[in-house]
């Protein structure tokens, strides 16, 4: 029996949080949400939408699980039509489809792998084709390979790692640009370790630092058509990457050492997304949004 962090006022599976989780491990990324035990929380019963991108059209990557999966729901809820690219998890992608069709907006999944600028034009062209406009990107998807040091990271991994974490998110905002209308906005997902640091996570946590940097300057060079780059830097939150990158030791602690104790679930991170994407941050634009559980950081 693993101990319980009660979210009181919560409705049905929301009501409680594990402290820790059993010990799990999937051999292969990206991980595979349903096969998580126990299925992280991307739904907020309790929030309820107000029309904050009623109208809007969003694209979100890795939309099909965890992070992005809770900004889909989130920003569906808030009158948004939601495309998401995801790259071979087709069950847990037809089941954020069928959550997002249930909530009466729009709704596309792409099967991509974004490490190549030509997929990330097409699942652009592919969104602007089927809903006519593109107001919000949300480059969200990343993979991560802990080693036990430097000399450890392969060419391929290091190659891997920062074309899936950065590279790509380029790629995609090249090719959203010119769909982009004064108003919209790009949300980028950073990271904790981008301003700590991870010993085991050396390549990992340089592509989040870059995002960082990408967000600050993209903001600068945007500022004048009107278009607002931000970021969201999480801390531990119950995703498909925690299984499939961590050992089932590590798995089983994840998230303990936070001043909160606990890892976040992925609704926990839904209205930051939410707020960056909506006019609520009009005059927001080059900063990054920590939800990280109480870690201090700084820059």
Same mark, same amino acid.
């Given at each position: 029996m693993y101990p319980m962090y009660p979210y009181y006022g919560m409705e049905t599976e929301c009501k409680e949080q594990p402290l820790t989780f059993p010990p799990q491990h999937q051999p292969q990324q990206p991980g595979i949400q349903s096969e998580m035990v126990p299925r992280p929380i991307t739904d907020n019963p309790e929030y309820?939408?107000?029309?904050?991108?009623?109208?809007?059209?969003?694209?979100?990557?890795?939309?099909d699980s965890g992070i992005g999966e809770a900004a889909a729901i989130a920003f569906a809820k808030e009158g948004a039509n939601v495309s998401f690219a995801y790259l071979n998890e087709h069950g847990d992608a037809q089941a954020t489809l069928n959550r997002l069709s249930a909530l009466g907006v729009k709704a596309m999944a792409f099967a991509a792998d974004l490490r190549s600028s030509e997929a990330c034009r097409d699942v652009v062209r592919r969104t602007v084709? #089927?809903?006519?406009?593109?107001?919000?990107? +949300? *480059?969200?998807? @990343?993979?991560?390979?802990?080693?036990?040091s430097l000399l450890h990271i392969s060419e391929q991994q290091l190659v891997d790692t920062f074309y899936t974490n950065i590279i790509s998110y380029f790629?995609?905002?090249?090719?959203?640009?010119?769909?982009?209308?004064?108003?919209g906005a790009i949300v980028n997902t950073a990271s904790v370790v981008a301003y700590g640091g991870h010993k085991?996570?050396?390549?990992?946590?340089s592509t989040k630092g870059a995002v960082v940097s990408f967000t600050r300057s993209?903001?600068? #060079?945007?500022?004048?058509?009107?278009?607002? +780059? *931000?970021?969201? @830097?999480?801390?531990?939150?119950?995703t498909p990457l925690i299984p499939s990158s961590f050992s089932a030791a590590?798995?089983?602690?994840?998230?303990?050492?936070?001043?909160?104790?606990?890892?976040?679930?992925?609704?926990?991170?839904?209205?930051?997304?939410?707020?960056?994407?909506?006019?609520?941050?009009r005059y927001v634009t080059g900063e990054t949004i920590h939800v990280n559980g109480?870690?201090?950081v700084t820059g």
């Open positions: 309820r939408g107000s029309g904050k991108l009623q109208g809007k059209t969003a694209l979100i990557t890795g939309g084709e #089927s809903f006519g406009k593109l107001d919000v990107l +949300v *480059n969200n998807h @990343a993979v991560q390979f802990p080693q036990p790629f995609l905002a090249q090719a959203a640009l010119p769909h982009i209308p004064p108003g085991e996570l050396l390549d990992y946590s993209l903001a600068l #060079s945007l500022a004048d058509r009107r278009i607002r +780059v *931000n970021a969201v @830097a999480p801390g531990p939150v119950w590590e798995v089983q602690k994840f998230g303990a050492d936070t001043p909160m104790k606990r890892a976040a679930q992925p609704f926990e991170l839904a209205p930051a997304y939410v707020y960056l994407a909506s006019d609520d941050s109480g870690q201090m």
